[in-house]
């Protein structure tokens, strides 16, 4: 991993914020990333697997992507026939992830990144997590799957609401928890839905793709909460304080 310039120092500039994609769909996905993160104040740079070098030192927070499973073996698990894997693609985030809590990074986990978040942090996932809960299963962009936000989590102050409509992707979910994570929604079917911390790094992980939803207010704060939190790094002041004050702004 290529050692940069800091961002201490660099002054009020916009936040750059490194996205992790899979080399397989990432040239239709991060668009849709880029856009959300610009929304939000920011400025996306793209990340995969042999695309081009990443550089943690150059950003000033971090979106870890959707996409393939993570290989079971990295938390516990067993191989399955049929599951579609990233090896690199695993190798990398979790480099991504070290070093983005090693400096301090906000990070914001999408679907397989709030999966990636648990797993380096010491948790495990339901590899097949539908056979687990009895949740409804859907596959599909649009809002038809409800969530229920636990009351009293940043998320449920962030997007300013108890229940939520998402999209649903995924066929891994998480267990047992990493540490210093909270639970901050679940499904009908008991089914974790996001994660997060409660002090600085600010860390949030969805089971949903808020960048495919951002026509939504709820899932555009998301991606401001982390551009907050960036800022504050910038600033070297308190990520959580500053993602608590974007929440309670009137608007936006």
């Excluded at 070093?99 to 648990?118: E, K, S, V």
């Excluded at 649903?168 to 929604?185: C, E, K, T």
């Excluded at 790094?201 to 704060?221: D, K, T």
């Excluded at 982390?226 to 504050?232: C, E, G, Q």
Aim: aromatic share 6%; proline share 4%.
């Amino acid at each position: 991993m290529a050692v940069g310039r800091a961002s201490g120092g660099r002054g009020p500039v916009k936040p750059r914020i490194g996205v992790t994609v899979s080399r397989r769909s990432g040239w239709r996905v991060f668009p849709f990333m880029a856009l959300a993160v610009w929304l939000a104040g920011g400025r996306a740079l793209r990340w995969q697997a042999g695309h081009r070098a990443v550089d943690l030192d150059d950003v000033d927070g971090v979106v870890i992507g959707g996409g393939d499973d993570i290989t079971p073996t990295l938390y516990g698990g067993e191989l399955s026939v049929g599951v579609r894997l990233d090896p690199a693609r695993d190798d990398l985030e979790q480099e991504v992830l070290r070093g983005a809590f090693d400096r301090g990074l906000p990070i914001l986990g999408i679907c397989r990144g709030a999966q990636m978040l648990n797993v380096v942090l010491g948790g495990t996932l339901h590899a097949d997590a539908y056979a687990v809960h009895p949740s409804r299963k859907f596959n599909t962009v649009l809002p038809r799957k409800r969530v229920d936000v636990t009351r009293g989590t940043l998320l449920a102050r962030t997007t300013r609401a108890i229940c939520l409509n998402v999209n649903a992707l995924h066929s891994q979910a998480v267990d047992d928890l990493g540490r210093g994570l909270r639970i901050a929604a679940r499904d009908e079917g008991g089914m974790v839905q996001a994660v997060e911390r409660m002090s600085d790094p600010f860390a949030l992980g969805v089971q949903w793709h808020p960048e495919y939803l951002v026509y939504r207010r709820a899932h555009r704060r998301l991606f401001r909460a982390l551009v907050a939190a960036a800022r504050a790094r910038q600033s070297r002041a308190s990520q959580m304080d500053a993602a608590e004050a974007m929440a309670a702004e009137p608007r936006g």
